[in-house]
């Protein structure tokens, strides 16, 4: 789902920068261009049933939303997230069980389908779904996508992966369209920040649902995100560290879906980070939202931080 170019990992805005300076005082493809249209979708249910699978959140380290809260609660909109860290073990979920629309990060997910099925079928990926991987990921482009979700076996093919990789609140779109627009209908898939760091965790530690060959491959796409779509989680990150992600932009009706997955690893840190946020009232301000985020994740997660 098309959006304008922002350059390279972006530097700060100015959100990001005064939040920084709370915090330090103890106080952000091809397909139809996103700006053409809005789409008419309901809104999503904002809840969902307690998380169940592994890894699960936990309360034993005090949450690194905490010192957000007073940036958050001023922000526009719907904001969820969770935080996966692999030096403690740790899980912490900010608005937990709150169920917002995917956009285009459902394309790890069918990444993710079309590597499981692959290695069930004890063989590589088909030279048509390799062709394509590249593309979808790196590129975020959606008529890959949605030729790759018709040869995996569509929503169904999709959500038999999610109950594999212990994916409880995720629920494929099974829209060709969605309403009011020419965009694909699987970015209606709808899910929660949990389960996205249950996805991104089978890519970024070993398990028994993705091999080791098959997290390489996925990471490496996600490793080289073009570079205008190098925002979100990495927000706030050095230009050293492993930064493995996929952004979501969807505009509707009441407003733009922005979100942004992945895993962090580098200065100390080994996280993985979702963060969904919905009704944001430009693209640009949802951005601004996650990357603040991002930026106070990575400085709590530090070496002298609390995680």
């Given at each position: 789902m098309g959006r304008p170019n922002f350059g390279g990992r972006r530097a700060l805005s100015g959100s990001a920068m005064m939040l920084a300076a709370l915090l330090a005082a103890g106080c952000g493809g091809s397909g139809q261009p996103a700006s053409q249209a809005k789409a008419t979708a309901p809104h999503p249910s904002r809840s969902a049933a307690a998380p169940t699978p592994s890894p699960s959140p936990q309360d034993a380290v005090p949450s690194p939303f905490l010192a957000l809260n007073g940036y958050l609660r001023h922000r526009a909109g719907h904001i969820t997230a969770a935080i996966y860290d692999a030096r403690t073990g740790s899980i912490w979920v900010y608005h937990p069980g709150q169920v917002q629309y995917t956009a285009s990060i459902v394309k790890v997910e069918i990444m993710g389908t079309a590597l499981w099925q692959a290695q069930r079928a004890s063989q590589g990926l088909p030279s048509a779904e390799a062709a394509l991987m590249p593309?979808?990921?790196?590129?975020?482009?959606?008529?890959?996508?949605?030729?790759?979700?018709?040869?995996?076996?569509?929503?169904?093919?999709?959500?038999?992966?999610?109950?594999?990789?212990?994916?409880?609140?995720?629920?494929?779109?099974?829209?060709?369209?969605?309403?009011?627009?020419?965009?694909?209908?699987?970015?209606?898939?709808?899910?929660?920040?949990?389960?996205?760091?249950?996805?991104?965790?089978?890519?970024?530690?070993?398990?028994?649902?993705?091999?080791?060959?098959?997290?390489?491959?996925?990471?490496?796409?996600?490793?080289?995100?073009?570079?205008?779509?190098?925002?979100?989680?990495?927000?706030?990150?050095?230009?050293?560290?492993?930064?493995?992600?996929?952004?979501?932009?969807?505009?509707?009706?009441?407003?733009?879906?922005?979100?942004?997955?992945?895993?962090?690893?580098?200065?100390?840190?080994?996280?993985?980070?979702?963060?969904?946020?919905?009704?944001?009232?430009?693209?640009?301000?949802?951005?601004?939202?996650?990357?603040?985020?991002?930026?106070?994740?990575?400085?709590?997660?530090g070496p002298s931080g609390s995680g």
């Open positions: 593309s979808m990921i790196e590129n975020s482009d959606n008529d890959s996508a949605t030729q790759m979700l018709a040869d995996v076996g569509g929503p169904q093919a999709v959500a038999q992966f999610d109950q594999a990789a212990g994916l409880t609140d995720t629920t494929p779109s099974t829209l060709a369209l969605i309403p009011g627009t020419p965009w694909p209908g699987w970015g209606l898939t709808t899910t929660t920040a949990l389960d996205e760091v249950r996805l991104i965790y089978r890519f970024a530690y070993p398990n028994t649902v993705l091999t080791d060959a098959s997290r390489s491959y996925g990471l490496n796409l996600m490793e080289h995100i073009e570079a205008d779509q190098d925002w979100g989680i990495s927000g706030g990150v050095p230009a050293d560290a492993t930064v493995a992600l996929k952004n979501g932009w969807l505009p509707l009706t009441a407003g733009w879906q922005i979100n942004s997955i992945g895993w962090v690893s580098g200065g100390g840190r080994d996280y993985v980070l979702a963060v969904l946020t919905a009704d944001n009232p430009t693209e640009a301000y949802g951005i601004d939202t996650i990357e603040a985020i991002a930026q106070a994740v990575y400085g709590d997660l």
